[in-house]
């Protein structure tokens, strides 16, 4: 199974870019990126990435903490464009799940893409409460689970295991922190990782030996020892 490239970014002249190439077969975005993007007005910053977006699936996530507020933004968001994904966190800051808004949405045929997941048992309760023909996204954070010292690979094979039976469920590898990620993403037979634009990059130049490897690593050493004008 092939897994597609979506890219990590709310950076209009980013996304202009890297729409351009094949290779990304979307777009995440969240309201960290779009505020560090310089965003002033939500929802016009959110029609200016679709826009830019070429009709790739873009996920704009709601900021809304209850239920009704989550339904008004999500409704809002939906009405953007058939190529939206609303992105919906699977709990509040409560620890409430969502289970709710996921229903509801699920049940209209709104696309949804749940996030900040890290466990099966968070899957399987997504799972129990969407409509099978509607398309949903569940998005596992495999890098900050690893920054807490966790190992994320076993809960992520769960979930795509248990997944295996809703055909328009996609499992997202989320919060990529190295190249390699997506190489494990694909034997693991992740549907999606997200990445953000400087891994795409290093993704492109795959292939290169280590005696290549090697030498350019040893050239940078010597020419910034030059820059810097170095004595020993």
């Known amino acids: 199974m092939s897994t597609k490239i979506f890219c990590d970014i709310a950076d209009i002249n980013v996304i202009k ?6 290779k990304v077969k979307g777009f995440t975005t969240n309201p960290s990126l779009i505020r560090k993007a310089g965003a002033r007005n939500y929802l016009d910053y959110c ?16 900021f809304a903490d209850n239920y009704i507020d989550m339904k008004k933004q999500a409704l809002i968001l939906n009405k953007f464009g058939k190529n939206v994904y609303v992105k919906i966190p699977v709990c509040n800051s409560k620890g409430v799940f969502s289970g709710k808004i996921i229903k509801y949405l699920s049940s ?29 996204i569940i998005s596992i954070f495999i890098g900050r689970a690893s920054d807490s010292g966790k190992d994320p690979i076993p809960e992520l094979k769960k979930s795509i295991s248990i997944a295996k039976k809703f055909k328009k469920v996609k499992i997202l590898w989320a919060s990529v922190r190295e190249p390699y990620n997506y190489l494990y993403a694909k034997k693991t037979g992740c549907h999606i990782i997200t990445v953000p634009p400087n891994i795409i990059e290093k ?30």
């Open 203 to 232: 993704i492109e130049n795959f292939g290169k030996s280590y005696n290549r490897l090697t030498l350019e690593t040893v050239k940078t050493f010597l020419t910034d020892s030059k820059k810097s004008k170095f004595k020993i």
């Open 108 to 136: 209209k045929k709104v696309k949804i893409n749940i996030t900040a997941v890290y466990t099966a048992k968070q899957t399987k309760s997504i799972l129990k409460v969407i409509n099978k023909n509607s398309d949903v």
């Open 47 to 62: 029609r200016k990435i679709l826009n830019a977006s070429n009709g790739k699936p873009v996920s704009l996530e709601v």
């Open 17 to 22: 870019k890297f729409t351009k190439k094949k």
